[in-house]
């Protein structure tokens, strides 16, 4: 396996396959998508023969991320050549969910095992001013035909705003009470260019931690391959609540994954100082060079992140990396 000299073992590989995104989320990309760059993004083989790179050291839990990742007309393709690779055991997928009530069936035949789908609030209207698209009811229909579809796992992903969604753990914990779905609240962090926004607006995860606690949620002991969330149960409910916050001291003691981006390179943190360029090595389909450069790298890998210091990198939003 890979093992960074903080003796972190590494079972779960973030790949991004597309910056672009359709949504105009506040706290990511408020402005909408505005490319800085060719949109050369990774081709199937090369995004093939990367996977096999990391299953070759080990990897076993593969999320492909974006921006919007359904934006590929090969989305699917790369589902398939995720399952068809040796060693990868689970293959996620985070969406807006803007298109899943139409495709999520096929994602599935395909071999996706499960899915994230960001709605940070459950008010339509709350729903409108945060994305800038009138979609809840689509995007809710696709959680339905997820629920449907027979995937083992449905997690709905909800960036904490004071100013936005600050007021609505009720409404999610209503939601949750006959739904098997897993609701994250993730802490808003601090990129290159939100730090007004981020000032106005962050909440700490630490808070509703502290009530759930109080309110009888017991906490769930962590898969080896899980993310970073710290999540819960209650006897009294059919979902699940996980808390992601990576401003906590001790957060980057269990990191376990890396991020490939759409352009090729490697990225140890996604508050790392600088992206590694392994472009170069994704076309070779004997895959050698990329994994002897894998095993260099992460042996670079620093103990942690430095958000709480203000230092985010070159992390300019977050649909850079897909988070």
Not at 70 to 89: E, N, S
Not at 113 to 124: F, G, K, M, Q, R
Not at 220 to 236: K, M
Request: hydrophobic content about 35%.
């Amino acid at each position: 396996m890979l093992v960074d000299p903080a003796g972190r073992k590494f079972s779960y590989l973030r790949l991004s396959i597309t910056d672009v995104c359709n949504f105009k989320c506040v706290y990511c990309l408020p402005d909408g998508y505005q490319c800085d760059h060719d949109r050369d993004f990774l081709s199937l083989n090369e995004i093939s023969n990367t996977i096999k790179a990391f299953a070759h050291h080990g990897i076993s839990k593969l999320r492909i991320t974006g921006g919007e990742p359904t934006l590929r007309k090969d989305f699917i393709d790369v589902i398939r050549a995720a399952k068809d690779t040796q060693g990868i055991t689970k293959i996620a997928a985070t969406t807006n969910g803007y298109s899943m009530h139409k495709h999520i069936n096929n994602w599935v035949d395909a071999g996706l095992n499960a899915i994230n789908v960001s709605i940070d609030t459950l008010d339509p209207r709350m729903f409108n001013t945060i994305t800038g698209h009138d979609k809840f009811s689509r995007v809710m229909q696709g959680i339905e035909s997820a629920l449907e579809s027979g995937i083992e796992s449905v997690k709905i992903n909800s960036v904490l705003m004071k100013q936005y969604n600050g007021r609505e753990l009720d409404s999610f914990l209503d939601y949750l009470k006959h739904r098997p779905v897993t609701m994250r609240f993730i802490e808003l962090m601090q990129t290159n260019d939100n730090k007004s926004f981020f000032d106005a607006n962050h909440i700490s995860g630490q808070s509703i931690k502290e009530q759930l606690l109080r309110d009888g949620w017991q906490p769930i002991i962590r898969d080896v391959t899980a993310g970073p969330a710290q999540e819960f149960f209650h006897p009294d409910y059919m979902g699940k609540i996980g808390l992601i916050m990576p401003y906590s001291n001790d957060f980057c003691n269990t990191c376990n994954r890396l991020r490939i981006s759409s352009l090729g390179k490697l990225h140890l943190c996604l508050f790392s100082e600088q992206g590694i360029s392994l472009r170069e090595y994704m076309s070779d389909n004997t895959n050698q060079a990329l994994i002897n450069q894998l095993a260099r790298y992460i042996k670079t890998k620093k103990p942690t992140h430095l958000l709480h210091q203000g230092n985010t990198g070159v992390t300019t939003n977050l649909s850079m990396l897909g988070g």
